[in-house]
């Protein structure tokens, strides 16, 4: 049965289409997939608290989805300008009978990272799950078009929020608690119109690797997952991605299509619930779609 939903999947070619960024789930066509309807629930994350960047779209919001289903409690953080999309995962949660916290601000502001943990603690006692999973990408055609401006922007985003999330939310984390990054294939192989992107993913890598070592002693586990090419709107918001190109998104992986966030969210659950994978820290889970790598 699980193979047949996964061929039921949308291929390539998609309707041509371009977003300013940051992009809206809302207006990407086709949908997202986000609902996984073969997935079953087991009581999980029952009564854990989980903080999500990145929460309103994409993989965020399956995530945010599936942990409700869980039983977990939910707060996301997102972009003013991605309310929209915010308020569809919160009514996606709460059908799920779950709570969903809405955290609007930008991760790169100075000390937003530590409001919003401040802000989650309030609303719910603690932090048991932190999923780092917003980002930043442009594409370029070559390092002449790599700004200092866009270095910075793509750093703050992907790296420098993960690390301030998880320095916030460490007092307040227990035994038994996981923390999450959303890295990238090309932070383990590279991309030649990313290498800023690149960059930032292989930083996360690296991070998470060490910070789950000082964090075995205080039982807490701390573990990436790397995607494959996924239908986002990351992608259709890329100014460097041509309408024609987003047509084409996903058709050079190995299984001829993008990913849907549905098909990434279960590796979260799995890293997030220690009846699954309390043994599990310090690992970059590669979800690549037939993409083989040892990094």
């Known amino acids: 049965m699980r193979a047949a939903t996964a061929q039921r ?9 371009h977003q300013p960024s940051p992009g809206l789930e809302s207006k990407l066509k086709p949908r997202p997939r986000f609902l996984a309807s073969a997935y079953r629930p087991a009581g999980k994350l029952r ?10 779209s994409g993989i965020g919001r399956a995530v945010a989805v599936l ?3 869980e039983g977990a409690l939910v707060a996301i953080n997102y972009l003013p300008e991605e309310e929209r999309d915010a308020l569809a ?33 309030k609303a719910f006692g603690r932090i048991d799950i932190l999923v780092s999973n917003a980002a930043h ?14 270095i910075h922007r793509t750093f703050d985003t992907n790296v420098y929020a993960y690390m301030r999330l998880v320095r916030a939310a460490l007092p307040h984390m ?3 608690s996981s923390i999450i990054a959303t890295s990238s294939e090309t932070g383990i192989l590279g991309s030649e119109k990313l290498p800023d992107y690149s960059a930032t993913k292989g930083a996360i890598n690296a991070f998470t690797k060490s910070v789950a070592v000082s964090l075995i002693p205080r039982g807490i586990r701390v573990n990436a997952v790397a995607p494959g090419p996924v239908w986002t709107p990351l992608n259709p918001s890329d100014a460097g991605l041509s309408p ?10 190995p299984m001829g299509r993008p990913a849907q966030p549905e098909e990434l969210a279960p ?22 779609g037939g993409e083989t790598s040892g990094g």
């Not at 009564?47 to 309103?56: E, M, N, P, S």
């Not at 990408?137 to 866009?150: F, I, N, Y």
């Open 9 to 17: 999947q949308p291929k390539p070619p998609f309707p041509r289409q």
């Open 67 to 69: 942990f409700a289903r």
């Open 244 to 253: 024609q190109r987003v047509a084409r998104f996903g058709e050079s992986s």
């Open 174 to 176: 227990a035994s038994g």
């Open 267 to 288: 590796a979260y659950v799995f890293l997030a619930s220690a009846a699954d994978s309390s043994y599990i820290t310090g690992t970059v889970l590669q979800v690549m």
């Open 47 to 56: 009564r854990r608290v989980a903080l999500i960047t990145g929460g309103d």
């Open 89 to 121: 995962t919160a009514r996606e949660v709460r059908k799920a009978r779950g709570r969903c916290l809405l955290l609007p601000g930008d991760l790169t502001m100075p000390g937003f990272c530590d409001e919003l943990v401040r802000r989650t603690v």
């Open 137 to 150: 990408q442009q594409r370029k055609d070559s390092m002449a078009e790599l700004s200092d401006e866009e």
